[in-house]
């Protein structure tokens, strides 16, 4: 009897530990929950972006106030506003290319807001599409040689920032014409004057913002048209951009070459700058080497000093 007791004392013991070790292992848990903060709930502020009450693109008035209008340029503005990194990197980058296509745009008799369709087209990056377009305006190989660029082993004159613009002038000009409204010129630069032809004939339409087409050629022009607004009204939209944080030309002196250059690195060399250098300055030129041209067609070289690369200067 006393030891089958004390089994039962023994049993009853260990139930007991187990009970209060349970008991305090779930007060605790609960004690910990209880002390911890409680974590929100992620939240988004959404803010209204700022859109003008009137709006003019290529000199040509935008209808804001249709809500299909508005509702597409907003749509490109949260891309572009929010995309911030590749929009400050716009920012800067405008600082340097802006002025050379301003005055070709202004030479031609074009509307400035065209510098926002290249800036739209390339980021001024020398990106080449799936389709080979590249350069400044995203020329194909083609229609580059159709408005007077040169394309070959050699030279690629779709890089080169002023004859390139100058052959979009030409493009937009007969575009123009044929339209009679620079947005539908600037919309048939995505889609070809006859693909756009086809689309305006069969819908009855002049206007493009009346235009139903594919999404890509519908948010082509809102994505220039936003892009004008955030780099005319920076801080309307988060972008606080000093005029000393934009890139600009580096001095530079150019050089009028009709004869053969054998070795650029050696001509870079000659004049007191590097390989580097000249192909930043000159992106057109696409070998090590360049053939002896036309006197009536030189190769204007830019070439910057190596001692005016301090930004400090």
């Known amino acids: 009897m006393s030891l089958q007791k004390n089994h039962s004392l023994i049993i009853i013991s260990i139930l007991i530990v187990c009970f209060l070790s349970l008991f305090l292992v779930n007060f605790s848990q609960n004690n910990s929950m ?59 980058k405008i600082g340097r290319y802006f002025p050379i296509i301003e005055y070709v745009l202004e030479k031609n008799n074009v509307p400035e807001d065209f510098k926002y369709l290249a800036l739209a087209e390339s980021g001024f990056l020398h990106n080449v599409s799936p389709s080979g377009a590249t350069g400044y305006w995203q020329f194909l190989e083609k229609t580059a040689e159709q408005y007077g660029l040169t394309v070959n082993h050699y030279i690629d004159e779709r890089y080169d920032i002023e004859k390139s613009t100058e052959a979009a002038c030409k493009y937009f000009k ?82 009028t070459i009709d004869t053969a250059i054998s070795d650029i690195a050696q001509f870079a060399k000659d004049h007191n700058s590097n390989y580097k250098l000249i192909r930043i300055m000159n ?31």
């Open 283 to 313: 992106p057109w030129i696409r070998s090590k080497s360049l053939p002896q041209t036309h006197k009536d067609n030189p190769y204007k070289i830019k070439i910057v000093d190596i001692s005016q690369r301090n930004t400090d200067q």
């Open 34 to 92: 209880e002390s911890k903060p409680q974590s929100k709930p992620y939240t988004i502020k959404i803010e209204q972006l700022y859109i003008p009450d009137s709006i003019t693109l290529f000199n040509e008035t935008v209808p804001i106030h249709n809500f299909d209008t508005r509702e597409s340029l907003e749509r490109e503005l949260l891309v572009n506003v929010y995309w911030q990194s590749q929009t400050t990197m716009f920012f800067k």
């Open 174 to 255: 007969k575009a123009y014409e044929r339209f009679g409204s620079w947005t539908l010129a600037a919309a048939s630069y995505n889609v070809g004057m006859y693909g756009l032809n086809k689309q305006t004939d069969y819908q009855y339409i002049d206007s493009y913002y009346d235009l139903h087409t594919n999404s890509q050629t519908g948010r082509y022009v809102f994505r220039v048209l936003a892009l004008k607004l955030i780099m005319e009204h920076p801080e309307k939209y988060g972008y606080f951009i000093q005029t000393d944080e934009k890139y600009h030309l580096p001095e530079f002196k150019t050089l």
